[in-house]
C-alpha cells in the first residue's frame, strides 16, 4: 500500500466494486483507462471516482488515466486479498451449500478448511471437496487447526450457542447470514452481516421513492 492513513469505511465498502471492474478491464486487455471512462464503466461521477482512488495514492496521471493492472494490485493490496485466512463454515443447508459451492474463498483472501452440520443424515456426506464435520466437535477443532474466521449459515436460535462456542475457542471474526448478531453480544468481534432481505428492502425503499416522486411530477 502506498499509504498507512486509514480509509474510510464508506470507501472501503466500494473497493470490492472497483476489484471487480477492473479485474473485467484487465482480463479484457484493457490497461489504461481514464476516470470518465471508468465512471460510466460504473455509472459513478468521476469526481468520485478520483476522491475514492486518492484516498490510497490515486494512481492516476493527468493525461493517461489509471494504469488499470496497478490500480488492481494496489487494491487487491489494501483488501488483503493475498492472505489465506483460514476460515471454517457451520450450517450446511442450503444457504451453506449455496456459500461452499460459489463463493470463490481462494481469489478474496480465505480458505474454506472445514465445513459442520449437527444432522447425522450430512455428517460425513462430501460437498464441493469438504467433507461435513461433526458440529459436537467444533471445540476440539478448534484447540488444533487454526481458524481465522467462521461463516455462520446456521438459524438464528443456533447461531448464538455455537457463537459462543466459537468465542470461547478464540474466534473473532465472523461473516454472519444467521439472524443472530454477535457484535451486539461481544464488543471484541469482527462481524460482516449479509442479509439478502436488507438489500432488497433497500431497493425496495428505492422503487417506492421513484414511484411517489412520478407520481408527484405527474400531479404537477
Ligand atoms: P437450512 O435449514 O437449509 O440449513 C440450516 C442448516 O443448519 C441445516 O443443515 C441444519 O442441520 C444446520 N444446523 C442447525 N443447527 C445447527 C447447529 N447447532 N450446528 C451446526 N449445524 C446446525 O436453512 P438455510 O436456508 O440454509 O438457512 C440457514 C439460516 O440462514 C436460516 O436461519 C435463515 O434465516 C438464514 N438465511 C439468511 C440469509 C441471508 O441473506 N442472510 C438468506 C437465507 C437464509
Known sequence: ??????????VVRRLPRYYRFLLELKNNGIYRISSKALAEKMGASASQIRQDLNCFG???????????????????????LDSRYKAILLGVGNLG??????????????ELTAVFD???????????????????????????????????????ESAEQTGDILYGSGVRCFWNFSHFDLALKYDDVITENVHLNDSLMTLCYCMTQSKQSSQTQTEQ
Open 58 to 80: 490515486g494512481f492516476g496521471q493527468q493525461g493517461y488515466g489509471y494504469d488499470v493492472p496497478k490500480l488492481f494490485d494496489e487494491i487487491s493490496a489494501i483488501l488483503g
Open 97 to 110: 451449500r449455496a456459500v461452499i459451492n460459489h463463493v470463490d474463498f481462494r481469489s478474496r483472501g480465505f
Open 118 to 156: 449437527n444432522n447425522p443424515a450430512l455428517i460425513g456426506s462430501r460437498i464441493n471437496g469438504m467433507t461435513v464435520l461433526d458440529v459436537s466437535g467444533l471445540a476440539q477443532y478448534c484447540k488444533a487447526n487454526p481458524v481465522d474466521a467462521a461463516i455462520l449459515c446456521l438459524p438464528k
Open 1 to 10: 500500500m502506498s499509504d498507512n492513513k486509514k480509509i474510510s469505511m464508506s
